[in-house]
């Protein structure tokens, strides 16, 4: 396997379609979203600032729009923007993946079109000439592409995981699993000495089959990332930890703090 790109809000990866494969249900509607502007920030885990972020989402009736993009020192951009219902279950509708700039060794844009079936990944081979793969998918309403943030603030307080869909890319498109998974419980605090309590959740990709089996023996199964919710009435995302690309370092989303008056 090749190209592995590992995302916070999507997970983009694989070969081929697995007949077969498992699949979960799509997550029930505990907290609908709404109108959001965050702000974020990227760092190493050393604290180095690789780029600031903006978390844009609005609403139409049940329909939500989400853009996570995040513009980098170095001129590199990672825009994404996942469209999806909450009428009852969340469900995508769409999804499209920009990762372009010197921070992304493979940079390629990706397009999941879920209510048609349809995914078509836009990459460079080694020689720089630009390919398009084009195919058609099965895929399956629990799809998570985009959503995992979502997702993770609205499983249900007494499941232990939650299994969903995803659709991942090396390029060629396949259909994996996702397993979020209770791992504890930590602690954060904020400016005024407040604390709360937050619960961390592993992600989990589960390429299945034989090509599972084979990414794990070639040292090539994408590491489990770390999502950080803080639950309750009104839950939140407080910080994530996971890699971008195959073999890329591991890099933390935080939230960020406008500090009135500094200039660009």
Do not use: C
């Amino acid at each position: 396997m090749k190209r592995t790109t590992f995302l916070i809000v999507s997970l983009l990866v694989g070969r081929s379609l697995a007949p077969g494969a498992a699949v979960g249900d799509p997550v029930s509607v505990r907290h609908a979203e709404g109108l959001v502007h965050g702000f974020l920030v990227l760092r190493s885990l050393d604290g180095t600032i690789l780029a600031h972020g903006d978390l844009i989402q609005m609403s139409h009736g049940s329909r939500v729009s989400s853009r996570l993009v995040f513009h980098f020192k170095d001129g590199s951009v990672q825009d994404e923007t996942a469209v999806f219902s909450q009428s009852g279950r969340f469900r995508l509708l769409t999804d499209h993946l920009v990762q372009r700039g010197p921070s992304f060794p493979h940079p390629q844009e990706v397009s999941i079109d879920a209510v048609q079936g349809r995914v078509t990944v836009k990459h460079r081979d080694n020689d720089g000439a630009e390919k398009i793969i084009d195919e058609r998918m099965a895929l399956p309403d629990d799809l998570a592409n985009g959503l995992v943030l979502t997702l993770a603030k609205n499983i249900a307080p007494d499941a232990a995981a939650t299994t969903v869909s995803m659709v991942l890319a090396t390029p060629k498109p396949r259909l994996v699993k996702l397993v979020l998974t209770r791992a504890g419980d930590d602690r954060f605090s904020v400016a005024g000495g407040g604390s709360y309590k937050v619960t961390r959740f592993t992600a989990h990709i589960d390429i299945g089959g034989l090509a599972g089996l084979a990414a794990k023996l070639l040292g090539k199964q994408p590491p489990d990332a770390s999502v950080w919710i803080l639950e309750g009435e009104a839950p939140g995302f407080v910080k994530s930890e996971n890699v971008f690309f195959q073999d890329g370092p591991v890099w933390r989303i935080e939230l960020a703090t406008p500090v009135p008056g500094r200039k660009p």
